[in-house]
């Protein structure tokens, strides 16, 4: 996903991402993914 984003990197895209969001995308993933089972 980074790399179609345009990031080269992958530990920028991760560290940008997490600036963004408050969440690495693991945790984000993860906490998309409680939220849709609780609905």
Do not use: D, W
């Amino acid at each position: 996903m980074c790399y179609s984003c345009g990031f080269n990197n992958m530990s920028n895209f991760i560290r940008i991402f997490k600036k963004k969001k408050g969440r690495t995308p693991n945790e984000y993933r993860a906490f998309i993914s409680q939220m849709l089972i609780k609905y």
